[in-house]
């Protein structure tokens, strides 16, 4: 039927979800997600190794932005060394965004999971 009314004489059953609201709640729901995610991508977070010889910014949106390696740090006769700082500081940096992320997704009361297509983060139950 048009206009997506009761069919005369039908009524729906008392524990039928009202589909409108919950449409409007995942709508809801999305825009602060997005929202949440854009502030989130802006935000810079630094990795560090070797306390702080290596530093590594990347931003919310996993850009990595600058590398700075103190002078001490750079032994020519063990370039293994400088190469596992630059590891760790990225590995660092990167738990950093994991954790930015899962903060901003738990801040939405969404569990910090992982959101992939057609997850509704518990929005039906």
Do not use: Y
Request: hydrophobic residues 45%; charged residues 15%.
């Amino acid at each position: 039927m048009a206009g997506g009314g009761n069919l005369p004489g039908m009524a729906l059953p008392p524990d039928m979800p009202d589909l409108g609201g919950l449409m409007a709640q995942a709508q809801q729901m999305q825009e602060r997600l997005l929202a949440a995610q854009a502030e989130a991508a802006e935000a810079v977070v630094e990795g560090q190794a070797g306390g702080g010889a290596v530093r590594v910014e990347v931003s919310g949106a996993m850009e990595f932005r600058s590398v700075t390696i103190a002078p001490a740090a750079v032994d020519p006769d063990d370039v293994e060394m400088l190469q596992d700082l630059v590891l760790a500081a990225l590995h660092d940096a990167t738990a950093k965004v994991n954790a930015l992320q899962q903060g901003v997704t738990e801040s939405l009361g969404l569990g910090g999971g992982d959101l992939g297509p057609g997850d509704l983060g518990g929005l039906l139950g």
